[in-house]
């Protein structure tokens, strides 16, 4: 199954007040490994950084003035996520500012229905705790020591960790430092692995110890 975990970062929280996206990262998954394909773009968003947003993510209006406008990537963007599961915390945040930005350019708006939301995952499996991407983390002992601000790729390749451990399985550890680890596990398992190899003796040899045992016998008791 290919998945994609996806996150954008804006110049503040609300459609309906004109923010706009100003990075959309993406993380490609097989079967909940991540593939080496991903998008990511910082976007020149056409107006002004919130004070509130931009001590989320650190953003700045000069930093963003030379970069790509949503019009420019947006054919890639769709592009990378087609035909494909998307995998976002806070779905409707991300796809509120997605679906207007393709508003905008009189595209057709991301449906919700093949989206997995994390969030409602994490409050269905935890009712009553905190669900941040920061506090799933903490819970699940993922290492978040490089996300010191918000941003949209370092937040996918994180939540791809927690995504995999709310459902449930086994975080495959295959570009991680723990993989000597691993293998140098399996290696001792394989040389130290004890096989109990079960002879099974021929019609012949059945026969010819039968009639060993019937002289042997003869010879004790008669």
Known sequence: MIEV???TETTGLS???GHR???IGCIELKNQIPTSKTFHCYLNPQRKVSEDALKVHGYTDEFLSNKKKFKDVVDDFLNFIKNKKLVIHNAEFDLSH?????KLLGKNKISNYNVVDTLILARDKFPGSQISLDALCKRYRIDNS?????????DCELLSKVYINLLDQKEPMLNFQN???LNLKSNLNKTNSYYKKVIVPTNEELKNHEKYLKNKLKKNFF
């Open 98 to 102: 997605l679906n207007n930005e393709l």
């Open 179 to 181: 993989q000597e680890i």
């Open 15 to 17: 459609v309906a007040k």
């Open 5 to 7: 975990v996806l996150d």
């Open 21 to 23: 996206i100003v990075e």
């Open 146 to 154: 490089k996300r010191t601000h918000h941003t949209a790729i370092i």
